[in-house]
C-alpha cells in the first residue's frame, strides 16, 4: 500500500503543457490498484463506460465483457478527473488521454511508470523493475487476504475473484498466489 501510494504521489507531480497529465496518471495508477484491471482495459474505456453501477468493461482478453462495481472512494476519484477533462476540447472520447487529448497509448505509460516507479524510489524485484500488472497481482492478493475463514467460504470468493478479475479460468486466479 504504501508503495502504491508513493507512486500516485509521484504522478501528482508530473509536469507538462497541460494540467490534466498529473490528474491522468494518477487516477489510472489508483483506478488499477483499487479494482486490479488489466492494464487494456482501462486504456480502453470509453466515458460512456463509466456507469452508475460501475465500469463496463467490453470484450477484452477472452472476448467477454463484465460489470466491475466500484468502491465509493474510486467512483469519487475518477469523478474528479472527468470533471476535470470535461474542461479540456477532447476529440475522444476514451476515459484516459495524453497530453493532446488522445487515447493513451501502452508504450508511453509503460514508459511513464517506469519513471514513476523510480521517482517513488521502488527498487527492482528478483530482478526486474516494477510493472504495471503487478497493481492487478497486488490486487488480487489483497483481496484474497480478506477472505472469510472457512474452506467453502474461500472457495466461494475465488470463484467471485476470478469472475470479478475476468479470468475464464479459476487456475489463472490461483495464479497469482504464486507469482
Known sequence: PSEIDRLVLAATQLSAGDALRAHTYSTLISLLAAT???ISEALHLRCDDVTSDGLVIRKTKFQKTRLVPLHET???GLGRYLAQRRTVHLATDH???DDHGQPLGYG???RVFGR????????PLRGHRPRLHELRHTFALRALQSTPAGRQRIGQHM???ATYL???????TYW???S
Open 116 to 123: 514513476l516507479a523510480q521517482s517513488a524510489g521502488i527498487a
Open 176 to 178: 497469482y498466489l504464486e
Open 108 to 110: 508511453t505509460v509503460y
Open 74 to 76: 474510486a467512483v469519487a
Open 95 to 97: 476515459v484516459f488521454v
Open 36 to 38: 486490479g484491471l488489466r
Open 166 to 172: 475476468g479470468h475464464v479460468s479459476i487456475d489463472s
Open 159 to 161: 470463484l467471485a475473484l
